[in-house]
């Protein structure tokens, strides 16, 4: 299988999962925005240059693209379908409602793991 259609497949699992979870439930299209973050994760956080820099800076570029995808998910199925998948209006220093501080440093925090799943699927000197 591609590295990026495992890592998808992976993503698109684990990203309803953890929402379950979390917050007891979730939503079709968690599963897609998992499925791109995870390969996203990779390829931003585990290339040769990311891998030089210090862990903080590492887990902050991932947490900035799952909360970018987040944000675009959000805008899509809450703002214009109107599906009220979340809403993040009444957390602190909040986008919208789409996005969050204290989920993006959240995120920050799920990125080691997520590095590390990454490239024990993808093998460790590969990006």
Not at 5 to 32: D, V
Not at 89 to 107: A, D, E, I
Request: proline share 7%; net charge positive; hydrophobic share 45%.
């Amino acid at each position: 299988m591609p590295k990026n259609a495992a890592l998808f497949l992976t993503g698109s699992t684990l990203y309803p999962l953890l929402e379950i979870l979390w917050r007891g439930h979730t939503h079709p299209s968690m599963a897609a925005a998992g499925g791109i973050c995870l390969p996203i994760i990779h390829r931003v956080c585990n290339n040769k240059k990311m891998r030089r820099r210090p862990m903080a800076q590492r887990c902050l570029a991932g947490a900035l693209s799952i909360t970018a995808v987040e944000f675009c998910f959000g805008v899509v199925f809450n703002l214009v379908l109107r599906r009220n998948v979340w809403d993040y209006s009444k957390m602190p220093l909040n986008l919208l409602g789409q996005v969050c501080l204290p989920y993006t440093l959240l995120w920050g925090v799920l990125c080691l793991p997520a590095m590390g799943l990454c490239q024990r699927m993808q093998g460790k000197n590969r990006p």
